[in-house]
């Protein structure tokens, strides 16, 4: 609505005018504020106190990580020192069905 049509309005219209503007603006509000809700919920919104748990959480695996290649390089280091007290040889396994002849 231009100027020249709002200043012909009568009193009542121009109060209606403003009833209507006023809904359509709160219902726009809400809506911003739903966006922006949804927009956050996006984002992750991670609370100071939900990045604490996952610090924590990759910390602990972490820990288990070196934890469990600690004790596959002490089981390597066991395995190699168990069969370097093995003997060798180059013969190739007997399999039971050999004739004699």
Do not use: C, F
């Amino acid at each position: 609505m231009t100027n020249k049509e709002l200043r012909k309005l009568k009193r009542s219209e121009l109060m209606e005018v403003l009833y209507y503007l006023k809904k359509e603006n709160e219902t726009l509000q809400n809506e911003n504020e739903s966006l922006k809700q949804q927009l956050e919920n996006a984002r992750g919104g991670i609370s100071s106190e939900n990045l604490e748990k996952i610090i924590d959480a990759v910390k602990s695996a972490a820990e288990e990580a070196i934890r469990g290649r600690s004790d596959e390089e002490s089981a390597e280091e066991k395995n190699s020192d168990d069969e370097s007290g093995k003997e060798t040889t180059d013969d190739p396994p007997e399999t039971g069905n050999r004739e004699d002849g």
